[in-house]
């Protein structure tokens, strides 16, 4: 049974992710090629290091992509793990979460969100573990510094940014410190990196590369009939298991119950963004975070054991098949 192997928390669940990754990695590892994206055009600080060791090698790129998609596969399980967001510990959320980014073939190829998303995973947990705390400053600066980061990566992410305000306000932390703290931690990856662009008299260029990412809008991919199709059935499990969650909400802890609030904003505010001409299909890996959250409750909340093996066959099988007519 599958769903009973990946649904706990044994050896065996851990030693298989690696495996069911690279099977539906096969395909971009396999492909001899490297798809431009808008991000390569005039790249962030971060992201033009990675792009000098990787440009021209395929290989190396969908190795990257593919070992930053397990660490975003354990990040996404520790954090629901550490919290407790489902009624047992499981790999189940992290095997759903690869899933969801393995639909699109292009989303597993190198892109800088791959290295924005553990970041704002750690971000998420700084602010987590933050709640109760009777000194929040130094993690709520922590996060923002982090998720600051990762938009030296991946400029678009500076729009989450919000976001991340919005988690301090729902766990009752925002105050004008802990407000404070964030934008200093916001700013000090920025500053860093001009000290390092003014170092080598290029500080006009650096200014230049930040406006270019910020504003233009990044769209390349044309959807088919098959990827329209793909997307509604993904985002109608989504928003049912959204559904679901909110009628199980009342008999959760608080804590539970806001900790699910900030996945289930995650997924409002990716959405909003694809409708946009400034995000494209880079977003889901970053969504995917907070689907796999809520679907993982969505399964486990299933009582009988067989509807559980079917909802998750058929997303798998679902998946497999965008991989091969999108």
């Known amino acids: 049974m599958i769903f009973k192997t990946i649904h706990n928390n044994s050896i065996l669940a851990y030693a298989l992710m690696p495996l069911i990754l690279g099977g539906l990695w096969a395909k971009a590892l396999l492909t001899k090629w490297m798809p431009e994206f808008p991000f390569d055009q005039l790249p962030m600080p971060l992201w033009n290091l990675v792009l000098s060791v990787v440009k021209g090698n395929h290989l190396y790129a969908a190795l990257f992509s593919l070992g930053l998609a397990l660490i975003n596969m354990m990040a996404v399980n520790r954090l629901v793990n550490r919290y407790g967001l489902l009624n047992k510990q499981s790999v189940l959320p992290g095997y759903i979460y690869l899933i969801l980014v393995s639909g699109y073939g292009v ?67 925002f105050s004008f410190r802990t407000f404070l703290a964030s934008i200093i931690g916001l700013i000090l990856p920025y500053f860093f990196a001009f000290c390092y662009y003014f170092w080598i008299g290029k500080q006009v260029d650096y200014f230049a590369i930040l406006m270019e990412n910020f504003m233009s809008p990044v769209a390349f ?101 965008a991989q091969y007519f999108i």
């Open 221 to 321: 991919f044309e959807h088919s009939i098959v990827s329209k199709a793909y997307n509604v059935i993904i985002i109608g499990i989504i928003i049912f298991s959204i559904l679901s969650l909110v009628r199980q909400m009342p008999t959760f802890k608080i804590i539970t119950r806001k900790h699910y609030r900030i996945f289930i904003w995650l997924i409002v505010i990716c959405l909003l963004g694809s409708m946009t001409p400034y995000f494209s299909l880079e977003i889901i890996s970053v969504m995917a975070i907070g689907g796999a959250v809520v679907l993982a409750q969505f399964f486990s909340s299933i009582q009988k054991n067989i509807w559980q093996e079917v909802f998750l066959i058929f997303l798998l099988v679902i998946t497999l098949v």
């Open 107 to 173: 989303v597993q190829h190198l892109q800088p969100v791959w290295f924005y998303s553990p970041l704002l995973i750690l971000a998420l947990e700084r602010l987590f573990t933050a709640a109760g705390q009777r000194r929040p400053m130094s993690y709520c600066f922590d996060a923002a510094f982090w998720l600051s980061t990762g938009t030296l990566f991946y400029a678009k992410g500076i729009f989450l940014i919000p976001f991340i305000w919005a988690v301090i306000f729902i766990l009752r932390m």
